[in-house]
């Protein structure tokens, strides 16, 4: 690939995150671009789809495909695809159904998070965590399957059942957003996520500069990064923002703004 240096400059100047995975994923499209029916990346974070669309978009040998078990699916994993081979892709989804007593209702994603990755298990075999009353289902790695249903036993300290079902009888869980409107300085990030999370500008620029904040699925570049109508802001632990609209300036000479909110 002649552009692949370019590309590979461009998102690592997005962050090291970004860097790596345009590395692996560079590399992957070059395994189908040399001949290879396909070839399937680890589950990934969203941003990892725009990073493999660009290499794709320069390439004329390959397509690109990205799935996470269910149409909604935040985690995906990428599939390079030659463009001489007309089969489907198996991109090694198992979907497993993890079950514990009701009464322990408060039990979380964080929960069954910290419970799986206790065990040595890498975050890359992992993708979505959906997670209902009284269990959850979780989306994985094929190859990790029945290694899974012999030593995930517990979450919590609380004994867990598991089942391999069908993506058929996933249920992804609703979600619903809080409105929130609310008048800035500026569309600094800082002040943007300050009012949409409801917490000072302080907090919001530690949460910054820790590395706690995405804009768009990539980590943030700084408090004075801007925000535009369309952009997702998440912050760990509280969930995640997404500047609707901008409603008009104040006679004062704040920006009104309207903001969903979801946790």
Same mark, same amino acid.
């Given at each position: 690939?002649?552009?692949?240096?370019?590309?590979?400059?461009?998102?690592?100047?997005?962050?090291?995150?970004?860097?790596?995975?345009?590395?692996?994923?560079?590399?992957?499209?070059?395994?189908?671009?040399?001949?290879?029916?396909?070839?399937?990346?680890?589950?990934?974070?969203?941003?990892?789809?725009?990073?493999?669309?660009?290499?794709?978009?320069?390439?004329?040998?390959?397509?690109?495909?990205?799935?996470?078990?269910?149409?909604?699916?935040?985690?995906?994993?990428? @599939?390079?695809?030659?463009?001489?081979?007309?089969?489907?892709?198996?991109?090694?989804?198992?979907?497993?159904?993890?079950?514990?007593?009701?009464?322990?209702?408060?039990?979380?994603?964080?929960?069954?998070?910290?419970?799986?990755?206790?065990?040595?298990?890498?975050?890359?075999?992992?993708?979505?965590?959906?997670?209902?009353?009284?269990?959850?289902?979780?989306?994985?790695?094929?190859?990790?399957?029945?290694?899974?249903?012999?030593?995930?036993?517990?979450?919590?300290?609380?004994?867990?059942?598991?089942?391999?079902?069908?993506?058929?009888? %996933?249920?992804?869980?609703?979600?619903?957003?809080?409105?929130?409107?609310?008048?800035? @300085?500026?569309?600094?990030?800082? @002040? %943007?996520?300050? @009012?949409?999370?409801?917490?000072?500008?302080?907090?919001?620029?530690?949460?910054?500069?820790?590395?706690?904040?995405? %804009?768009?699925?990539?980590?943030?570049?700084?408090?004075?990064?801007?925000?535009?109508?369309?952009?997702?802001?998440?912050?760990?632990?509280?969930?995640?923002?997404?500047?609707?609209? %901008?409603?008009?300036?104040?006679?004062?000479?704040?920006?009104?703004?309207?903001?969903?909110?979801?946790?």
């Amino acid at each position: 690939m002649k552009d692949k240096e370019k590309i590979l400059r461009y998102f690592a100047a997005s962050g090291e995150e970004a860097g790596e995975m345009a590395v692996r994923l560079l590399d992957l499209a070059e395994t189908a671009d040399k001949g290879r029916p396909y070839a399937v990346s680890p589950f990934m974070p969203p941003f990892a789809v725009q990073i493999a669309a660009t290499a794709a978009a320069h390439m004329k040998t390959v397509s690109m495909e990205s799935w996470g078990g269910y149409h909604e699916a935040e985690r995906v994993k990428i @599939a390079f695809k030659n463009l001489s081979y007309s089969g489907l892709v198996d991109f090694g989804i198992t979907v497993l159904s993890v079950s514990w007593d009701s009464r322990y209702r408060l039990i979380g994603h964080r929960d069954v998070m910290g419970s799986l990755l206790a065990l040595g298990i890498d975050r890359a075999v992992l993708g979505d965590i959906l997670v209902q009353p009284s269990g959850a289902q979780i989306f994985i790695e094929k190859k990790m399957t029945e290694w899974l249903k012999q030593n995930f036993l517990k979450v919590a300290m609380v004994p867990v059942s598991i089942e391999e079902i069908s993506p058929d009888d %996933v249920h992804p869980p609703e979600e619903t957003a809080k409105e929130v409107r609310a008048t800035v @300085a500026s569309l600094r990030l800082d @002040a %943007v996520g300050a @009012a949409g999370f409801g917490i000072s500008r302080a907090k919001m620029a530690a949460a910054v500069d820790g590395q706690k904040v995405q %804009v768009n699925w990539q980590i943030a570049k700084g408090v004075s990064q801007s925000v535009s109508e369309g952009d997702i802001v998440s912050l760990r632990g509280r969930g995640r923002i997404v500047l609707k609209a %901008v409603t008009g300036v104040s006679r004062k000479g704040r920006t009104g703004i309207l903001v969903e909110k979801y946790r």
